[in-house]
């Protein structure tokens, strides 16, 4: 990727969302073995179903979630593990995680300047939609939607100013 | 090459799964595969359960896995085993640091079994 991705240089959301993006595209192609691409934010919107979430401290502080419904949970689990965990909640819970999980890092290794100096959290997964979220993560919040198996999922990283 | 008894170190009971397929896929034969929640119960197991390899990841509770490579050489069966790091954290400062502790690989997260391969099999079976 030829886009300066230096923390000094680039200021978040227009600069960073391609990198999001990326790597994105490069978790669900190598660990889930299809490929994604951005869908406009106003076309389709996720549900909130399942909730993953990884926090990112240190030099980049903020909070990188994924949502999607159950079904689209289940799928993803699915292409990433197989046929056979498809109904074990618990497993579909550890899958979403881990994609998340593994999106924060990819994402992180991909800009310059945080190198040692940004740590993820261990991910939590969220199951139902009776929630308010609300994050200290105050600066700026960049989204993107990628359309599995026709279904949306939506990845946002809510950064500290 | 010999059927290889690994141990493979993840939070995730997912990430295990994957990265045994991945093992696989990369051509090793494994005799028995143990696992392990944390560096804790890494180090627990081993004292049970020799084996020839080791798949660690580094964010994990209780003990994470970087300690688990510094503490391995104290315990029974630990000594000179090759460890493999598979994980998120992927800067050149951690690298540093997981070779440093005494890691053998490091492959981040996400892998094809490509990467496994070149990674993993040079190391099985050539304690240190």
Same mark, same amino acid.
């Given at each position: 990727?030829? &886009?300066d &991705?230096?923390?000094?240089?680039?200021?978040?959301?227009?600069n960073?969302?391609p990198v999001?993006?990326?790597?994105?595209?490069?978790?669900?192609?190598?660990m889930?073995?299809?490929r994604?691409?951005p869908v406009?934010?106003?076309?389709s919107?996720?549900s909130t179903e399942?909730?993953?979430?990884?926090?990112?401290?240190?030099?980049?502080?903020?909070?990188?979630?994924l949502?999607?419904?159950?079904?689209?949970?289940?799928?993803?689990?699915k292409?990433?593990?197989?046929?056979?965990?498809?109904? =074990?909640?618990?497993?579909?819970s550890?899958?979403l995680?881990e994609?998340c999980n593994?999106?924060?890092g =990819?994402?992180? =290794?991909k800009l310059?300047? &945080?190198?040692?100096?940004?740590?993820?959290s261990v991910?939590?997964?969220v199951?139902?939609?009776e929630?308010?979220f609300y994050s200290?993560?105050?600066?700026d919040r960049?989204?993107?939607?990628?359309?599995?198996e026709?279904?949306?999922?939506?990845?946002?990283l809510q950064l500290h100013? | 090459?010999?059927?290889?008894?690994?141990? $493979?170190?993840?939070?995730?009971?997912?990430?295990?799964? $994957?990265?045994e397929?991945?093992?696989?896929?990369?051509g090793? +034969?494994?005799?028995k595969?143990?696992?392990?929640?944390?560096?804790?119960?890494a180090?627990a197991?081993?004292?049970k359960?020799?084996v020839?390899? $080791?798949?660690c990841? $580094?964010?994990?509770?209780?003990?994470?896995?970087?300690?688990f490579?510094?503490?391995?050489?104290?315990?029974?069966?630990?000594? @000179?085993?090759?460890?493999?790091?598979?994980?998120? +954290?992927?800067?050149?400062?951690?690298?540093v640091e997981?070779l440093s502790?005494?890691a053998r690989?490091?492959?981040?997260?996400p892998f094809?079994p490509?990467?496994v391969?070149?990674?993993?099999?040079?190391?099985? @079976?050539?304690?240190?």
């Open positions: 990727m030829s &886009t &991705t230096s923390l000094a240089v680039r200021s978040r959301e227009e960073w969302l999001l993006e990326l790597a994105v595209e490069e978790v669900f192609e190598i889930l073995g299809c994604v691409k406009p934010k106003d076309a919107q996720a399942f909730t993953a979430m990884v926090g990112l401290a240190g030099t980049l502080c903020g909070i990188l979630t949502c999607c419904d159950r079904k689209t949970a289940s799928g993803l689990a292409s990433m593990l197989g046929p056979e965990i498809a109904d =074990n909640e618990d497993q579909v550890d899958a995680g994609i593994m999106i924060a =990819n994402f992180k =290794n310059a300047g &945080t190198d040692g100096r940004c740590m993820l991910p939590t997964v199951k139902g939609e929630y308010v200290l993560a105050d600066g960049m989204e993107t939607v990628m359309l599995f026709n279904a949306p999922v939506t990845i946002s100013s | 090459m010999d059927k290889v008894r690994t141990l $493979i170190v993840d939070d995730s009971s997912v990430m295990r799964k $994957i990265v397929r991945s093992l696989r896929q990369a090793l +034969e494994l005799e595969v143990v696992e392990a929640a944390n560096g804790a119960e180090l197991e081993l004292s359960n020799p020839d390899l $080791i798949l990841d $580094i964010n994990m509770p209780v003990m994470d896995g970087l300690e490579v510094r503490q391995l050489h104290t315990v029974e069966n630990g000594k @000179g085993v090759p460890v493999v790091m598979i994980t998120t +954290e992927g800067s050149e400062a951690h690298v997981a502790a005494g690989g490091y492959i981040r997260k094809t490509d990467q391969r070149e990674h993993v099999v040079p190391v099985v @079976g050539k304690k240190s």
